[in-house]
């Protein structure tokens, strides 16, 4: 298993290495940021980073390079963009469970909405979407 990991490793750390020079961009997740959940390599051919809220230091610091995740205001969507040395405190989109199946359908891909049902911007400050029913008239 390990001999896999390492693998992976080093055919990501290569796709970053080579694909930043003919403009591939690599999205990359982790749920719990440390210092050996990325490879160095592939992390300084990243071109920017969004941070969103962190419970301690130490993953703010594997992220961003500082603490400054761990101090973000508890606002659904709120996080940093790093960008080389510039960091910009953004505020993204929040898109709860509900409105993800209201988009997108259940995992399953079974349909969730009836027809009537919409998305609206209740809260431009927050990024919060809420949904609303409309009502339809009917002729007969």
């Not at 390990?2 to 080093?10: D, H, K, S």
């Not at 990501?12 to 690599?26: D, I, M, N, P, T």
């Not at 995740?69 to 929040?94: C, Y």
């Amino acid at each position: 298993k390990a001999t896999y990991v390492q693998t992976g490793r080093a055919i990501l750390s290569r796709v970053a290495r080579q694909g930043r020079a003919v403009g591939v961009h690599l999205v990359v997740a982790t749920q719990r940021p440390d210092s050996r959940s990325l490879d160095p390599q592939v992390k300084a051919n990243l071109t920017g980073v969004v941070c969103f809220q962190m419970m301690n230091d130490a993953s703010s610091i594997a992220v961003l390079g500082n603490g400054r995740a761990t101090d973000l205001p508890s606002i659904p969507g709120r996080a940093i963009w790093k960008s080389g040395i510039e960091m910009l405190e953004v505020q993204t989109p929040f898109l709860s469970v509900e409105e993800a199946e209201l988009l997108l359908g259940k995992p399953d891909n079974q349909p969730t909405t009836k027809p009537g049902l919409e998305l609206v911007n209740d809260n431009a400050e927050t990024g919060i979407v809420k949904s609303e029913s409309l009502k339809h008239s009917q002729t007969d």
